[in-house]
């Protein structure tokens, strides 16, 4: 392929990274070099290092013809941004290199399978935008430089099975099986509206071929269902999928663009994927695109886009760039759910330790030593009929806050982020069914500048939301209708700030208590 295009797009960014100081960025999770970015792509490891790839658009804040970001870590809390991997310039492609993931190959080099959406005629169709079809390519690289396959595109519409959509044919995931195959699970509209995961199956990772319709959406959970990824964990075989047009069920899933998980069985040599129960990923307001995979020491872990459809149009006044990663999380299945947990490599980073034991609220208390924008705070609420409401208040100056509520009638615990300095009329609020685990509810909160992650009850839930709050504002506080008892144990997390001379992989490292890329 061409580089022109490509050291173009590379000397932009470079450019544009000089106009972003590292007090604009979060601390510990990824961001874009400018632009735009959703969907995590290519997460793998590879070299020796964790590669993240994602879906970007670096000439603006707004969503774009997509490129491939890249970052890399070795311990996938602290990363080192590379050059660009991909930008779209084929036939089959050149409306965008949508997203995909990676694998290593037997001969050490660096595969990379993605959906190429490419225009297939010039006539514009009645909403006057020109039609496009998406198919399944590839590109092979050393870490750093990569090449699209020759023989691009590897899964085309004519292996679609009948019934489906070449429009929407997208997000392959792939992996190299314990039988030595290669397989991948793509997402496919169909006819009707609603979606379903294909599986594909290749000897070698360059000739596929279709092998059946793992599961499928069935006019209840959403229509077209994107970013599949399909692994095993503790014995159970999950099969993730981020819904479009979801209907709201109670508490339980919430409407729009959403993230569910579907545990079940599966046979490996008739590839039937038997559906037991369906869940909700997580339950916060920020959260979509969740990608996997199996670190060296043998755990799975999760990093997903930590954004939402519906508010990623409202961009905040001066924001120089926009999107982010969540933490990357370690899953496991426990008492029949997926439990979500920070990767460990994040207490490496703890620093200064404030514990509270049995502390009784009522009006509003600030406790000694618990504030701040960059943290890990673990709160322990004693369920009682003592206290009607308890919350939590965060990142709170006299202007703004974001408020954890938590109602033990109900069960309920709510988020509102409405002062959180995201001045538009959008989704703020966010309530999830919690009941109480040996008369407890744990919250471990992860928070970071622009983000807050919260690990319920072990993480058997969890709910993320972004926020946009002045860095000033890093009060927090405890308050309660009644008496309510805590007990609170919070660590200031503290980085190393890497400066980026040029392209190469160079770094200039000074004490500080943030880390930027």
Request: charged share 25%; glycine share 8%.
């Amino acid at each position: 392929m061409s580089k022109e295009k490509l050291m173009r797009a590379r000397e932009f960014e470079q450019e544009q990274l000089k106009r972003i100081s590292p007090e604009e960025r979060p601390c510990y999770h990824v961001t874009g070099g400018s632009g735009w970015i959703n969907d995590p792509n290519g997460f793998s490891f590879y070299k020796d290092e964790y590669h993240l790839f994602y879906q970007y658009h670096p000439y603006s804040n707004e969503w774009g013809p997509m490129h491939w970001g890249h970052v890399t870590s070795k311990d996938l809390i602290t990363w080192e941004r590379l050059p660009l991997a991909m930008v779209p310039e084929e036939s089959y492609d050149n409306f965008g290199c949508f997203s995909g993931s990676g694998v290593e190959l037997p001969d050490g080099r660096h595969l990379l399978m993605y959906t190429g959406v490419g225009y297939v005629s010039d006539i514009p169709m009645a909403n006057g935008e020109l039609p496009t079809h998406q198919t399944q390519c590839l590109a092979v690289g050393d870490g750093t430089d990569y090449e699209k396959y020759e023989k691009n595109p590897v899964i085309t519409g004519d292996d679609i099975p009948a019934g489906g959509s070449k429009v929407d044919f997208r997000d392959p995931k792939i992996w190299k099986d314990e039988d030595g195959f290669y397989y991948a699970v793509v997402a496919n509209m169909m006819d009707d509206g609603n979606g379903r995961i294909l599986l594909f199956r290749s000897a070698d990772a360059f000739q596929w071929q279709y092998v059946c319709v793992l599961d499928h959406s069935d006019e209840k959970l959403g229509k077209m269902w994107e970013c599949p990824d399909f692994y095993e964990v503790d014995g159970k075989h999950v099969l993730v999928v981020s819904p479009m047009a979801m209907m709201p069920d109670g508490l339980k899933f919430h409407v729009g663009h959403s993230v569910i998980y579907l545990t079940g069985t599966y046979d490996k040599k008739t590839h039937q994927f038997i559906r037991e129960d369906v869940q909700p990923l997580d339950s916060g307001i920020d959260f979509y695109a969740p990608q996997s995979m199996l670190t060296p020491d043998g755990r799975r872990v999760m990093i997903a886009w930590m954004q939402a459809w519906p508010n990623s149009k409202f961009v905040p006044d001066g924001v120089k760039y926009f999107g982010q990663m969540t933490v990357p999380r370690e899953i496991n299945y426990r008492n029949g759910k997926l439990i979500q947990q920070p990767v460990r490599e994040i207490e490496n980073y703890r620093g200064e330790h404030v514990h509270y034991e049995n502390v009784e609220i009522s009006d509003e208390t600030v406790l000694n030593g618990v504030d701040g924008r960059v943290l890990d705070m673990t709160v322990k609420l004693k369920v009682t009929d003592e206290f009607k409401k308890f919350t939590i208040k965060l990142a709170a100056d006299e202007t703004y806050d974001s408020t954890i509520t938590y109602d033990p009638v109900r069960e309920v615990l709510s988020l509102d982020r409405s002062r959180s300095g995201y001045m538009y009329d959008i989704l703020h609020t966010r309530d999830i069914q919690v009941k109480p685990a040996d008369g407890e509810v744990t919250l471990r909160i992860l928070m970071d500048r622009f983000s807050v992650e919260i690990f319920i009850n072990d993480g058997s839930q969890t709910a993320t939301m972004v926020l946009f709050t002045p860095q000033k504002a890093d009060n927090i506080s405890f308050a309660a209708d009644g008496k309510a008892q805590i007990s609170v144990e919070k660590y200031t997390l503290t980085f190393l700030i890497k400066i980026y001379e040029t392209k190469v992989r160079r770094c200039v490292m000074t004490r500080l208590s943030f880390f930027v890329f």
